[in-house]
């Protein structure tokens, strides 16, 4: 329980740090509601025939691509308080050696729940509704979008440590996140990919995710792709988890 209470600490900290610097919170707000204006308005006509169907379809893959890349910002934050010595000063005090990496992680959920809800307010005011699950189907989409974050989070601790500093990390996030993202149906659908493309997005975690996001909040299927991707956030926290504390262990 003391290393709860030190976890939460250290969270908090994280947090008031985006009231020192707003522009932190900036990155990842105007970013996304970009991406929705774009993506609708640009693009929306020419794929689906009509902004209002194209935003339906593609509002819940645009949430699940943010949330992964706002997890970029823990292996960032991570890195910066390696490099600028603020491990160095935990190092001397009595706190649960997890505690560091738990705090960030735990910081990123309510970063995780801002951005969401962010981007299905823009939704909202754009012409975007749920269908039959309501509110409920939402509220599952969010929990399940807060699972997958808090698994994958763990590869961005550990791109973070790995780094030499806070910008390789994020070169290296949008250069690993930009092809499993587009390489999906987030966009579009897999059936208009060549047959050699739909084999790869149809096993692709973020096609899965954003499959189950889709009959969560419009109605469809939902219990294969949710059991799917619960597997994937249990197999990548499974996976980099234990690296991650393990290169977290030797870096101190």
């Not at 005090?93 to 801002?114: C, E, N, S, T, Y």
């Not at 994958?152 to 500093?165: E, H, I, P, R, T």
């Not at 987030?186 to 739909?198: C, E, R, S």
């Not at 973020?206 to 109605?219: H, K, N, P, Q, T």
Request: proline letters at 6%.
């Amino acid at each position: 329980m003391e290393g709860v209470r030190q976890s939460l600490t250290l969270a908090w900290r994280t947090l008031v740090q985006v009231r020192h610097n707003p522009f932190e919170l900036s990155d990842f707000s105007i970013q996304p509601i970009m991406f929705v204006l774009l993506f609708t308005y640009v693009f929306g006509g020419a794929i689906a025939g009509s902004v209002h169907d194209y935003l339906r379809f593609m509002l819940p893959g645009m949430i699940v691509m943010n949330m992964l890349f706002v997890t970029l910002y823990v292996g960032q934050g991570l890195n910066t308080d390696l490099t600028r010595g603020f491990f160095d000063r935990l190092r001397s005090l009595p706190i649960a050696r997890w505690a560091p990496l738990a705090g960030r992680i735990a910081a990123d959920q309510v970063k995780q729940a801002w951005s969401i809800l962010l981007v299905f307010v823009v939704g909202l005011i754009l012409g975007f509704r749920l269908g039959p699950p309501g509110v409920p189907g939402m509220l599952g989409a969010v929990v399940l979008l807060l699972v997958f974050a808090l698994a994958f989070s763990w590869v961005a601790v550990l791109v973070g440590l790995l780094a030499k500093d806070a910008e390789r990390v994020q070169i290296f996030g949008f250069t690993a996140l930009f092809p499993i993202t587009f390489v999906s149906n987030v966009f579009v659908p897999a059936d208009t990919m060549p047959g050699w493309l739909q084999a790869f997005v149809d096993i692709n975690p973020v096609s899965i995710l954003a499959e189950a996001c889709r009959g969560l909040m419009l109605g469809g299927a939902v219990a294969t792709p949710v059991l799917k991707s619960l597997a994937w956030a249990l197999a990548i926290a499974l996976v980099f988890a234990p690296l991650s504390v393990w290169v977290f262990k030797r870096k101190l």
